[in-house]
């Protein structure tokens, strides 16, 4: 089993920034993929950004240009930080991970709200 906790959500304004953290019980290192989903009100889940097989880095195109997506293996740390954060930036924000191509795990979520 491994848990994947997020932290680093919260309220913003319109062109402000947050930095979101994933924190996983085991090493990263090696793991499949690691990234960041979200999901707003009423919406269905999306890819925001992640690290994929062969060391590909994969955004959503809506994102591209704000949002960076790093890790730190020495810390099991995955990092997104996000800016020019727009309205439609509102969501819940879950972290995910695979590991030898087992079950998929999913953080709890973290709130980002962006509003004036």
């Known amino acids: 089993q491994v848990q994947l906790v997020e932290s680093g959500g919260g309220l913003v304004q319109p062109g402000g920034s947050l930095k979101l953290f994933c924190v996983a019980s085991r090493s990263i290192f090696g793991s499949n993929f690691m990234g960041w989903y979200r999901q707003a009100p009423g919406k269905e889940p999306e890819l925001v950004a992640e690290?994929?097989?062969?060391?590909?880095?994969n955004y959503a195109e809506s994102v591209k240009g704000r949002f960076t997506i790093s890790r730190d293996n020495a810390k099991n740390t995955v990092t997104l930080q996000m800016n020019s954060l727009k309205p439609e930036d509102t969501a819940v924000y879950y972290c995910?991970?695979?590991?030898?191509?087992?079950?998929?795990?999913w953080g709890q979520g973290t709130q980002v709200t962006v509003s004036s």
């Open positions: 995910n991970g695979r590991w030898s191509w087992g079950p998929i795990y």
């Open positions: 690290f994929s097989t062969g060391g590909r880095i």
